[in-house]
């Protein structure tokens, strides 16, 4: 079963604005992850973020985690047309199944020239 | 190119036949698992192995699915009796045994049971 959801499920903006998407989540965690999903390369891994941390960057994206809320956002600065794809937030357990991943339903991120 | 793969990229077979898939993992991981993924949904978890021990199935998992890995390197997922319901992405992925780790994916076996 899915994890939890992630909003908006789709999101059009123009080449050069920022996009921001969100993740909720159910049960505790260990880390969060993101990644990103087009039809010519796959699933590939973004940024991860351990629960004890709040915010983390890498290039143009930036991550939050508020693990009392079960949120976190990404945020993908100065986008690019390459940027689009569907992303998804994945969540790792705390014991026992820290391993598996569970995902979120997908935000569909759309950007134009 | 070392990353992980996947054979075949699509099948598609009759239901009531069995399939099976094959996936190399990046040579140095040890941790290889199993998603499968339907249209419009994120990834759901299968199962996983560590070096050539089956840890953890999950429910999604019913006695028509098997998997392998019995060298601890390349593993199999056989669907047995396929029905029209098994239709969908097959991804694998694996990583390193660290705590904090990414997972890295193929590009998945596209099963369309007719």
């Known amino acids: 079963s899915q994890q939890g959801e992630e909003d908006p499920q789709a999101l059009s903006i123009q080449e050069g604005e920022n996009a921001t998407m969100n993740c909720s989540y159910k049960?505790?965690?260990?880390?969060l992850q993101w990644y990103r999903q087009n039809s010519g390369r796959g699933l590939v891994h973004l940024i991860l973020i351990r629960s004890n941390e709040r915010e983390k960057h890498s290039g143009r994206l930036r991550v939050t985690l508020d693990t009392s809320k079960k949120s976190s956002s990404l945020l993908i600065t100065a986008s690019r047309a390459a940027d689009t794809a569907s992303y998804f937030c994945?969540?790792?357990?705390?014991?026992?199944?820290?391993?598996?991943?569970?995902f979120g339903t997908g935000t569909r991120l759309q950007v134009t020239l | 190119d070392t990353g992980v793969s996947q054979d075949p990229r699509h099948k598609i077979t009759k239901r009531g036949q069995n399939v099976t898939f094959r996936c190399d993992p990046i040579s140095e991981h040890n941790r290889l698992y199993w998603y499968r993924q339907t249209l419009g949904q994120g990834p759901e978890f299968l199962t996983y192995f560590q070096n050539e021990a089956q840890l953890e199935k999950s429910r999604l998992l019913s006695d028509r699915f098997s998997a392998e890995r019995p060298k601890g390197s390349f593993s199999t997922l056989e669907i047995q009796r396929t029905e029209q319901g098994d239709s969908a992405m097959y991804l694998c992925?694996?990583?390193?045994?660290?705590?904090?780790?990414?997972?890295?994916f193929g590009p998945g076996t596209r099963l369309t049971v007719l």
């Open positions: 994945a969540t790792g357990g705390v014991t026992g199944t820290a391993s598996k991943l569970t």
């Open positions: 049960t505790s965690i260990n880390n």
């Open positions: 992925a694996s990583s390193t045994g660290f705590e904090f780790h990414e997972q890295f």
